[in-house]
């Protein structure tokens, strides 16, 4: 299948996601049928969580859920570092603390890009409404440290010792 820039939640319709869930190895078999869509804008993208049916021939891990995040602006106020993250930057980095991304494409006239990716809803929340905490602090630092560490060559973190914060052991390196 020849990658398509979604640009309108339209787009993003039963024959593209099941083409494009087939192609990330999501779906082995059958067919996904009509597709509910849940739509939010902000200033620099679309947010459209959809909502998966299959048919009786499905197979696979089948997500029931979907987020499609579409950046598409006529003024092309934005870049494509976002996309590059998950189609370039991480792509076949088994350990990247990532969001799982199913299908990433990007197009550089007019600009604009999609990014298909797991629907975290169900385990994850609004991160401004989280108290600050140590434990939030190292996770994060973790995090940062793993995916900054590909980059660091093979024994980047492995050799940090762990960081001791109030006498006590606070972050641990990944």
Not at 27 to 38: A, K, N, Q
Not at 48 to 73: F, N, T
Not at 128 to 147: H, I, K, M, N, Y
Request: proline share 6%.
């Amino acid at each position: 299948m020849a990658a398509r820039c979604i640009t309108s939640p339209d787009q993003a319709d039963a024959e593209w996601l099941t083409e494009t869930l087939i192609e990330a190895a999501a779906l082995h078999s059958g067919r996904i049928t009509p597709v509910e869509r849940d739509i939010q804008s902000s200033n620099w993208s679309r947010s459209v969580w959809l909502q998966l049916r299959y048919d009786e021939h499905a197979s696979g891990e089948m997500p029931s859920s979907l987020l499609l995040k579409i950046c598409a602006d006529p003024a092309e106020s934005f870049g494509s570092s976002e996309y590059h993250y998950y189609a370039r930057d991480y792509r076949g980095y088994a350990g990247a603390p990532l969001v799982r991304c199913y299908d990433a494409v990007c197009q550089p006239a007019p600009r604009a890009y999609h990014l298909l990716l797991a629907d975290l809803r169900s385990t994850h929340g609004d991160g401004f409404q989280v108290a600050p905490t140590l434990e939030l602090a190292c996770a994060s630092a973790d995090a940062l440290g793993r995916l900054h560490a590909r980059y660091w060559g093979a024994t980047g973190l492995a050799e940090q010792p762990p960081l001791i914060v109030d006498g006590r052991r606070g972050c641990r390196h990944a």
